[in-house]
């Protein structure tokens, strides 16, 4: 069976993150870019063993020319300073990333460092830090209420392709309607809380906001990304079931928003692949850095994707956060596991090798084109 070679298809990573800098040297801190345990133990002693890690060193040493081990890659890595950033994203034939600006926050590197290596950016907006800002402001529902869609009223006007929730990480994805009265008293528990207070964990005051920030992407047609499934221990991956959006999927009023459900929805993968291929504005995130995962396990997502969804509901990402090493990996792991994948299907005759090349490019860069309007 021969591969569908999309080697030359220049990319959009539809879902990542910015760089921060990394402390000179400091093995822990980089091996913990390389997993979601915040455990010392695991970033210590295994996460060294994992596939996504031997594979990243391996590839990493070669593209440096440079022992395949920690310290002579991390050595390498650091003679070439912030050069390496282009370095990368050149090699990685990435045309545009469309950043999460709310993620990580403090010290950023600047966008000049991808523009050197050839790509634009573009930006999504992440609601949590906003509710967070206008939390404290507001001490009556309404009036949060119309701050919130105050806000949001033109989002492209203020620089953002798309909206992104986190609120797989709060309170899940069951995501309804509230009394008004609990609201508002949730509003005030959250105010009332005195550790610096307002990570938003009330879930009647999460999902109100949400819905306001709904209710304003469905009128002005913008993307909204939710985290689905994988993450840090943060993340109740109970309540990170795709499923669970099944009331904001059927309901209307929101059904001017395309939804964009993130991470393959590890590990509910055809879960998220069913409701791509059954709700018109529901697409799938393919996304190749995070979850860290081994070649075999993203041939696997990939090929449910694939077997579920339209190839043009799927999305290319890598989710690349804190170094470029995450968005330059997952650019040529995604390339390579699409390739292999859609090579399957012309060997089974679903697809002929024209039709299977053209869904690489639309799944690699022309959906996430069109859906945020990138070059528009
Ligand atoms: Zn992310």
Redesign the pocket.
Known sequence: MSEVDLAGVPLVDQ???GLVPLPEGDLIAWRACFTESRDEGTRRDHVTTSLCYRRLLGSLASFLGCEPDEEAVLEARSRLGRGLVGRLVADAGIQTLVL?RG?PIGEVLTDDLWRAGGADTASLLRLEPLMERLVPAHASWPELRAAMAAALRDVRGQGYVGLKSIAAYRTGLEIRPWDEEEVARTLAATRRRPDGPYRIEEKPLLDALLLVALGEASRQGLPVQF?VGYGDVDADLRLGNPLHLRWVLQEPRYRGAPIVL??HCYPYTREGAYLAAVHERVHLDLSFG?PFLGLAELEACARAALAVAPSSKLLYSS?G?WVPELHWLAARDGRRVLGRVLGECVAWGELRLGEAEAAGVAILRDNASRLYGLGA
Do not use: S, T
Request: net charge negative; hydrophobic share 35%; glycine share 0%.
């Open positions: 879902h990542c993150h999460d993620f985290h993130l991470h995070i989710d956060v």
